[in-house]
């Protein structure tokens, strides 16, 4: 009986022991970022340090004297980024619930066509997206960075697999009974349902472009458009080479609304898979 309680606490204290460490191994970095951003060009390159230091205003100063336009970066990434978040997420949504729920021909064909474009990358295809940008001249407009965001084939794939096993028929039934039209039933009935997975595409989503720094740059030549990522590109220019604290400022600000959208969102899905376990 000792044998068997001694080894099951080995292997809690294994299991813990290695989640503290991968776990310290993913924050390290960013905390060192943060510490960095409050520091100094000559403490940076003096060594690592645990310890914040006392150059944060100088190192916004240097960040924002050069013409690096945060507050514009910030608002054209936002802009893009919950725009692209709200059509890929409820259009994807949409397209899910009705692969599912209605029967048509050429279900099978669509099924697929739509498996096969999740396969291919993005990349692939984008040498002609781009002429075809140019030729009907949405070059230098968020056009093109926003609407393919509907037609997201991974996030559909996820959704219709969630939504097959989340989803009762006779709810829908029940609905259409009442006098529930499709879309008030999909908006109120199914949309609830649905929740949990929304918000863990609306976060995949958003850090997605938010992040993305390709096709907004081959698509914008505007600086005053420029995303917050293309603006942190910028820092690699000669005239921040030498400002460090003014770097590590720059990449902290840029990923903090990804962790407040995350913060956000975490706790819907939380609930929603809670809820979700309850059965009646």
Known sequence: ??????????????????????????????????????????????????????????????????????????????????????????????????????KFKGKRLLWGVILIVMMLPATLSFIGFYRFMVNVHLTNSYIPLVIPSIASAATVLFLRQYLSSALSMELIDAARIDGSGEFRTFNRVVIPIFMPALSAQAIFAFVGSWNNFFSPFILLSNP?????????????????????????????????????????????????????????
Not at 26 to 37: F, T
Not at 86 to 101: D, E, K, N, Q
Not at 238 to 243: D, I, L, P
Not at 247 to 273: D, E, K
């Open 1 to 102: 009986m000792k044998t068997s309680t001694s080894s099951y606490q080995l292997r809690h204290f294994i299991i813990h022991a290695s989640m503290l460490f991968f776990g310290g191994l993913a924050v390290i970095p960013i905390y060192l970022m943060l510490i960095n951003a409050t520091r100094s060009t000559a403490q940076i390159n003096s060594g690592i340090s645990l310890l914040p230091g006392t150059s944060l205003s100088y190192n916004w100063h240097a960040l924002t004297s050069r013409g690096f336009s945060i507050h514009q970066g910030f608002i054209n990434s936002s802009i893009l980024a919950v725009t692209t978040v709200i059509l890929s997420v409820y259009f994807s949504a949409m397209t899910a619930y009705g692969l599912l729920i209605y």
């Open 224 to 280: 005053k458009m420029y995303t917050l990522p293309m603006l942190v590109q910028l820092l690699r220019t000669v005239e921040f080479r030498s400002e460090y604290g003014g770097i590590y400022l720059g990449i902290a600000i840029s990923i903090v609304p990804i962790l407040v959208f995350y913060s956000i969102l975490s706790r819907f899905i939380i609930t929603g898979i809670s809820m979700g376990g309850i059965k009646e």
